[in-house]
């Protein structure tokens, strides 16, 4: 069973950047790769990026594209989510995924997530 453990959120103003670490452990057998998701109140969890481990591709959603880096650091089988001039529409709860079906961007393709880790930005 894999288990991830998300961290690095918190508030800043518009603008500002912080980065995200989801920590993963367990056997990734059978898993293609990862991805971050975020939810506001009230909102469906909808998908930010994702990595594919085999060829190193990156996805991104048309939100985020150009601001976020989806990164990965092999050695310590932890992934980052680097966010640059973050704006208010990106205050949500952000959740790592580890994905295990067809599609990067659909919930239904990732079978194990973490906790959720809080990022605000105020105007």
């Known amino acids: 069973q894999v288990q991830l453990v998300e961290s690095g959120g918190g508030s800043v103003q518009a603008g500002g950047s912080l980065r995200l670490s989801c920590a993963r452990s367990?056997?990734?057998?059978?898993?293609?790769?990862m991805g971050w998701f975020r939810q506001a109140p009230g909102k469906e969890r909808e998908f930010v990026a994702a990595i594919t481990w085999s060829d190193g591709r990156l996805y991104y959603a048309d939100s985020v594209r150009g601001r976020f880096t989806i990164s990965r650091d092999n050695a310590k089988g932890t992934g980052y989510l680097q966010m640059n001039n973050l704006k208010p529409e990106d205050t949500a709860v952000y959740y790592c995924?580890?994905?295990?079906?067809?599609?990067?961007?659909?919930?239904?393709?990732?079978?194990?997530w973490g906790q959720g880790t809080q990022v605000t930005v105020s105007s």
């Open positions: 367990g056997d990734t057998f059978g898993y293609y790769g």
């Open positions: 995924a580890v994905r295990n079906g067809a599609y990067y961007n659909r919930r239904e393709s990732f079978g194990s």
